[in-house]
């Protein structure tokens, strides 16, 4: 579903999915960041990814994403964050889709 319209701040989060090409999207954003001038953030690399969180995690979550400045993009492998229960501005969610066959196979090979 496009929730595009709903938002109610100019930036992308991207909210990664485990092996479906997100390396290559983040990458793609790093260079069109340099080139256009505008921030990319993503988050450190865990051994662990959380992609589910606890509200209290997910709160801190929402407010370091909203302290980037408005046209940013943030990406992180983590499930929808709820800006709008800690009274922060929506943002545009953006994200990749995989066949779950082929998805599976780069899970096993990856």
Same mark, same amino acid.
């Given at each position: 579903q ?5 938002? !109610?701040r100019?930036s992308? /989060?991207?909210?990664? #999915?485990?092996k479906?090409? @997100? ?6 954003? !790093? ?6 001038? /505008?921030?990319?953030?993503? +988050?450190? #690399? ?6 589910? $969180?606890?509200?209290?995690? !997910?709160r801190?979550?929402?407010m +370091? ?9 943030? @990406?992180?492998?983590?499930? $929808?964050? +709820? /800006? ?7 943002q545009i969610?953006i994200? $990749?889709?995989?066949?779950?066959? +082929?998805?599976? #196979?780069?899970? /096993?090979?990856?």
């Amino acid at each position: 579903q496009n929730i595009t319209g709903k938002a !109610e701040r100019l930036s992308l /989060f991207f909210n990664r #999915v485990p092996k479906v090409g @997100s390396q290559s999207i983040n990458k793609l954003l !790093e260079n069109l960041a340099t080139k256009n001038n /505008f921030k990319f953030a993503k +988050d450190k #690399v865990n051994n662990v990814e959380q992609i589910v $969180m606890s509200r209290d995690k !997910e709160r801190v979550l929402a407010m +370091d994403i909203s302290k980037h400045p408005a046209g940013s993009v943030y @990406s992180k492998h983590v499930a $929808m964050v +709820d /800006f709008s229960r800690y009274n922060l501005p929506t943002q545009i969610y953006i994200n $990749m889709v995989r066949h779950p066959t +082929d998805r599976l #196979v780069s899970w /096993f090979y990856y």
